[in-house]
């Protein structure tokens, strides 16, 4: 799992960490820390887990002192995709004192909403660890931390899905009835895009599945099916095509549904409903 | 509770619409829907609600629709601040498919993101009715959402406490060991904000109360005590400062909580583990 | 071939034409009209072509107008995709003189470069009209302008290969040397990306080819071969994944390999090197 | 000709450079790259010309490779106005192959560009260079490139032309019309725009020249004229203004133009038509 | 002086509105209107003067109301370059009550700026309307309101100096120093700069005058010259070139200067020291 | 008054410099600089006052010259707060010529500008030291300049009001108007804002004083009242509240509205209209 856990482009985080540092600051300052705090004061200090969990966004977190401040030094003891237990030192910090507490929050608030989304997936990903089927993130992701998020559900053991309506074809329903059947869906799609662009359909019943496949899909979306459907539908499929069940999926049934042979287990509560994990940053020497 | 809901300005809302649909659309297109759906096709949709909850970001979630077509036209059936049941429709659309299937992920992930927000918010809320004590929400915000997640705990019943760095005072633990005590910590805050400013401090200890209150703190926040220590804080404050309890605060012990008599209860889980309320976009006729 | 053209959305090109127009008037204004022209004058005029070509960017063009003027009204007389003679109309305009004389030159750099790219698209897929051969381009694109470019090569009956680095995976000689074999850099992209992105492996030589079809490329691309040698390549090929020729085409010898029977063949020289389609502005009645 | 190229300063290329690298990003990330080169991997690399020309833009080029890498070093071997041949290098590159393989397009993209801007001029240059005349470029530039393609043109020994509608008045045949006349014409733009700006008169027949001249415009041009019209107007002026051909000018006719006396030869081909330069990056050792 | 000023295209103040506008309402809303007044009243107000002067920057002001609310509509009934008394109207303004009130400032703040330096222009205009002199701005100017500023030096009937740094030549005395004397700085220039660009040279003492005619240079600076001095400058130049006087320049002794013969009179003050004309919104009926 | 200046956190002026400096740069290059001075030429410099004033922005002008160079070093001899005699040296630079020569004017721009605020609130607060009173600013601001100007203010010994419309609730004639009355405006505010959120009343009468105090108002603005009025309104509030003067104060006036006794006198010329400080860069050492 760790084997395909690639670290993260600046390009993917820089303007998300001075945006969030900019939400926080506001008109550009820490009016307490400013009024009370002198400015040559240097702060050492660690970021710790409150909680059990696994690590996503380290570096990103890390990033936001250097914002604040050129002079200050963070190193991480624990990477992305770690587990980590309650009270273990995730990152330690040696600066301005200044910078350290100006950017302790924004800090917490990215590493924490990160973790929480690679700990929940961790815990989707343990249930079906015996079996051959992936769990995946869907577009069901918090506004403007898409990317982000992605990279955590990697941290935590889990496999993408398109990462937009541009860079993937997912024919759906509507699709569907417009274009008056899979096959012509699946044809005006295959005349449309080019050969770099990977094509799914979902199916709503069975009765379709031969029609996808055959009408050249490269991937089938089982939509809201039980697991007897679903093991019906691996069956008919043989293999032909990568097959993803989605829809209604919880820590409690997801076993279950990989039991069914499928490739995929979509799962939108890894980036819509994970809670944060707890983090604390403790200052250990401020003078 | 209705009466203090402000509409939101469009000033608050606008960029991050862009941003996020921009997101999805990534380099700028659907493939799917371009490939499939003819330009001159149209569509009548509703958004409707699968759990119960309370609404937060319709007209936030709407605005997505207006970015992809001028002729598109979207109207609530239900306003911020509502409580909904499932089944129950939010919003009718009528226009274009193209752009309503392009930004049903869009609307649908920032209305379910804030409305899960207000709805755990008036969880809360429901929780403390029969006392004096006010929820509010605390700056442990999902990173560049912090606005509307504010109004969205407003949109539950919360009130909000200070928006950012720049715009309140709250001493903690660190300022205070740096400045050598609470009353001079306060001192120095005084000396360097306008009038404009309150003053907050948090004390660990009731011993630290008074030093608090006579110092001048507008408010003190009685951070991680049991409901004895702080229904004691509250006696010995007895009203000449605003009170907030802080810190291990949940569903189930917020009302012993609120008892105690504090004017406030802050929850950082209102806005950093909020789960999404569930919805759907229904195309009703497309054509 | 028209069958597959898909309107552009404006997502795609806003920003690039107002950012095109703030490079042309600078400080903001045009210091000959301002002086000259009345605010109150008003203007008719025509878009023509001065050369045969293809259109590619009507819709782009014709919305400069609307960033100067509320009060211009803008109609194509041919749209993207259409062949066009010389001495022929494209678009009609009518406003205020001020808006159309100082977005001309804009509206013109715009239509120029991307009709340009449309029309070398369309002598090249010429070519190869008798052949199951399609024209691709490729990420040799002109700076800041890729996804109007790739639209372009579209509008010129070309076919899109990836947009960028992160949306399809193209495995070079480099890739291959540090993985130690194309077996080996196939394994590693495999378990790195989700399902919905497709790998294309880069072949020097056909020596190279059955381990990059075994090994689970969806792809090759037979890099800088003579037509004899890509015909072998296509013979061992066997259908199973889609072959592309790379290298050296010219519109002299795009046709011999096509004859070859290759799915593909990319062209760098549809975006990087494509004159500009000659275009006027006339301004027909102006008062 | 070297005497005159001045540095480019970092302020004219740096969001240009962002931006073009932005685009083949996309979402962040370069997924082959990722997938299979260990982050730890070092590349030493040339970018080599693959044809003759004029080189500009490489500093522009090199700096593509820090956004990716504060640990890269590029050095130039040739610089920005140096005639190159095929197969001789321009740039040495050092630093972690991560930041080399995934800047490689980007850089290749923005100097092959840039220097086939430079080259075409210099072609142009060469042909006038035993007269006094001087070959300027237009607006007729590439969408948002036109700063870099005005340096391009004088890299190759041109000179530029106005930037932009705001730093120069340019009366044409409309401003003509509508103000009754060249000398009216002159008139309101002496009247409106400071001392610092040049005026220039396009004039269509030489009849209107004589009104140009003593009406108090700085510079004329004379549009779309034979080589006898031209020399008769270079006559007519005798040296009270600068001069400008423009208008059909092309490799083959470009001498003979020169010839008539003229100050300056215009010629939109420079920027709108220019043929890339072929360059390559070579990575010697990867590991 | 009405006939030159021309209307201020919205590309130049457009974003500087949206700026400004949100600088007062930094995260994005009114909280004193928000809470007290109904989304639904409406107001009408006056934008009126409390003090003498000359206007600039009313339709700016006026577009302010626009970005708060579609429904608004404000008239002028003042335009810029108006002389204006006391108690005069400027615009009415009808809408939505709370646009009006939370635009009010802002509009304000603009508009007060930008007469102020209007009607200072004025002044010093005034003292030299008997005299051939033009009262020039100069680069001396507010941090991000150039081009505004250098808009209502016009409306005050003043003429613009260059806009900045790149659009026109100004040699200094350090330029000349390091270049080794005029004739060579001027040498220098000419080589570099192209045919639409003025070289203006700036000279401490009368004998650097001939070298700077000679030299080709468009126009001097004459720096810091008392009267007797300069009107001497105007006759050795006998018209050859433009003069400017400049350094010291107050109401007190402009018409001196004026008297010497310049051309011009460049003021720093218009642009630096302009106080803000008094101004006020009058809400008429507001329910 | 040195105790409360804090410095001023880069987030606050370094988009603002930049700005600034893009402003003269326009596209990009300084042609006098570019064309006379070596690129290798090194500069020593002074930027010295040519006035007495306070300084404020000593570290924001010196941040210009690292935008145009890293190998720039400005050290400042005077501090932000510093009062300063004519021809006292502020900063010595030392680098590139180019950089110094092209940062020069808006560095000075910058520095110029904010320590004429400071000098003149200095010259207010003088005024008032004899007595409890305190100097502050309001919101009629330079647009884009507010938070500088608000740093530049604390700098002159000022305090600050509220930064804009989100911080403070500030009721005025218009709100109490429509709420019916001050109590009314008063218990809508304090139900809809935060308890983090001051409420200040504006009374124009002293009728209306009791009315706001009693209503909850956290301080009372006296506008426009002679110092026998405000005597009187003083008396009433009997330090229940803080108190404002506002309207109508000078240099002539301020000394005896604070000898009656209110604590805050609020003056809008100090940022609307306060003349630059007269600043020069002078070249020492320039080869």
């Not at 249930?127 to 941290?155: F, G, H, I, N």
């Amino acid at each position: 799992m760790d084997l395909q856990l690639k670290p993260l482009s600046r390009f993917c985080y820089e303007s998300i960490v001075r945006e969030t540092l900019r939400e926080d600051l506001g008109r550009g300052f820490d009016l307490t820390t400013d009024a009370i705090i002198p400015p040559t004061a240097r702060c050492t200090a660690r970021i710790i887990s409150r909680a059990e969990g696994v690590l996503a966004g380290v570096e990103v977190a890390n990033s936001v002192f250097s914002f604040l401040s050129s002079e200050i030094t963070v190193s991480a003891e624990n990477m992305d995709g770690a587990s980590i237990g309650s009270g273990e030192t995730i990152s330690r910090i040696e600066g301005p004192a200044h910078a350290v507490l100006s950017g302790e929050r924004t800090a917490l608030n990215l590493l924490g909403h990160l973790s929480g989304v690679a700990s929940l997936t961790q815990r989707f990903v343990e249930q079906v660890a015996e079996t051959q089927a992936k769990v995946v993130c869907t577009r069901k992701t918090t506004p403007m931390l898409r990317v982000l998020e992605k990279y955590a559900v990697r941290c935590g053991g889990g496999m993408n899905h398109r990462f937009g309506l541009d860079d993937g074809v997912l024919i759906k329903e509507n699709h569907i009835a417009v274009a008056g059947g899979i096959s012509k869906a699946l044809e005006l799609a295959r005349a449309s895009v080019g050969h770099t662009v990977l094509i799914e359909v979902e199916v709503e019943e069975l009765s379709q599945l031969e029609e996808a496949v055959t009408g050249g899909a490269d991937a089938v979306l089982l939509d809201n099916m039980d697991s007897i459907t679903l093991r019906r539908g691996v069956e008919l499929v043989e293999g032909r095509v990568v097959t993803e069940a989605s829809g209604g999926i919880t820590l409690a049934n997801v076993a279950e549904v990989a039991e069914t042979g499928v490739d995929l287990i979509s799962v939108g509560a890894l980036t819509h409903s994970a809670p944060a994990l707890d983090l604390s940053l403790l200052a250990e020497d401020l003078s």
